[in-house]
């Protein structure tokens, strides 16, 4: 889904939630023409597709239909177009188990959402559309697990803020190459005006008394949490304290903060000077673009940074920058 600035304060933070895990993963191949005579031109699925939100018995499933971007209506004649979908149990679609149809509104920007029931718990899935005569690329997704079954271990990729002309995405190659059966965006999906205006002013500490209370509400009603944020184009790892700012007042949570997968950092020499006066910062590198990878297993969370060679080289390589563990009934990130 295209993410906008000045979004709700929902998108920065993500807590985990063992009972809505699931994969989130859309794996695009060429789309190709359905029957022999197509009515577009041109390919409406030049977004591609997406699925998201699992619950055991369904996903979101999304696209949205631009053949023509430069043109009105996005090269649509009409204002209101037929869109069929397909689940299947296969990837070659050979078993298709639900299928239905949609309609993709002008006055939603043919944007196409879709909820399909009655699939069946912690197993992938593959879908697409088609509209226009055309087929859209296949999808691979997933539901989540029943909720009364605890998986050995569930791996989470946490990815935030991309902004092609300062960098490739490259770091979602080595994100779909660990197999995460979710991935968390927590910032900028897409940018659709320029940079970062609203930087600070916009983050925790602009809002102290939120904070606070937010810091309240876990200690009141979580074990041991952990938060998952982004959006400052930085990895930070940091302790949380039960009062912000009073070290005294004892670590609460642990804080991990992706770094962003292209958008530009702020200096690391300014960060820097800022780490002297917040001694809850174990770790902060804005200089470094990537991801979090997260594996939480019963008994303890491992959080690995990884942090890309490069974004202007497409086969570029990764690196683990650092690795922490949280230990159940321990508070705090340690380094693994
Ligand atoms: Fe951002």
């Known amino acids: 889904m295209i993410r ?4 709700t304060i929902s998108r920065r933070l993500a807590m985990l939630q063992l009972a809505s895990a699931g994969a989130v993963l859309s794996a695009p191949a060429c789309s190709r023409l359905v029957g022999r005579t197509p009515r577009l031109r041109d390919d409406p699925f030049t977004l591609g597709v997406a699925s998201g939100y699992p619950r055991p ?6 696209t949205r239909l631009l053949p023509r971007s430069d043109e009105p209506r996005g090269g649509w004649p009409a ?21 239905g149809r949609a309609v993709a509104k002008a006055d939603l920007a043919y944007s196409v959402h879709v909820e399909p029931v009655g699939l069946k718990p912690g ?13 859209s690329p296949s999808g691979r997704t997933a539901t989540a697990p029943s909720a009364d079954v605890l998986p050995p271990r569930l791996r989470v990729a946490v990815a935030s803020c991309q902004h092609y002309e300062q960098g490739l995405y490259v770091a979602y190659r080595h994100l779909v190459a660990d197999a995460p059966d979710l991935v968390v965006h927590v910032g900028d999906y897409i940018y659709e005006t320029g940079s970062a205006e609203c930087y ?14 937010l810091l309240d509400v876990l200690r009141q009603g979580v074990a041991n949490p ?12 940091a302790e949380l304290d039960a009062v912000a700012g009073d070290r005294g007042s004892g670590i609460l949570a642990s804080e991990f903060v992706t770094t962003s997968i292209s958008s530009r950092g702020l200096p690391q020499t300014m960060v820097d000077a800022w780490l ?42 990764c690196r683990v920058l650092a690795s922490y563990v949280v230990e159940s009934g321990r508070a705090g990130p340690m380094c693994a």
């Not at 906008?4 to 979004?7: D, E, P, S, V, Y």
């Not at 998952?228 to 790892?237: M, N, P, Q």
């Not at 990537?290 to 086969?315: F, H, K, Q």
């Open 79 to 99: 204002h209101v177009v037929p869109v069929e979908w397909e689940v299947a149990a296969d990837e070659g679609f050979r078993e298709i188990i639900r299928r």
């Open 57 to 62: 018995d369904s996903v979101v499933l999304w």
């Open 4 to 7: 906008r600035r000045r979004n």
């Open 200 to 213: 600070w002013t916009d983050s925790w500490n602009g809002y102290p008394a939120a904070r606070q209370r």
């Open 226 to 237: 952990v938060v998952l944020s982004g959006d400052i184009h930085a990895f930070v790892v």
């Open 276 to 317: 002297k006066e917040n001694s809850n910062v174990r770790l902060a590198r804005p200089d470094l673009r990537g991801y979090l990878r997260l594996d939480l297993e019963p008994g303890s969370l491992r959080t690995d940074l990884i942090a890309m060679n490069s974004v202007s080289d497409p086969a570029a390589g």
């Open 123 to 135: 197993r992938p899935y593959w879908y697409r559309f088609i509209a226009g005569g055309v087929r």
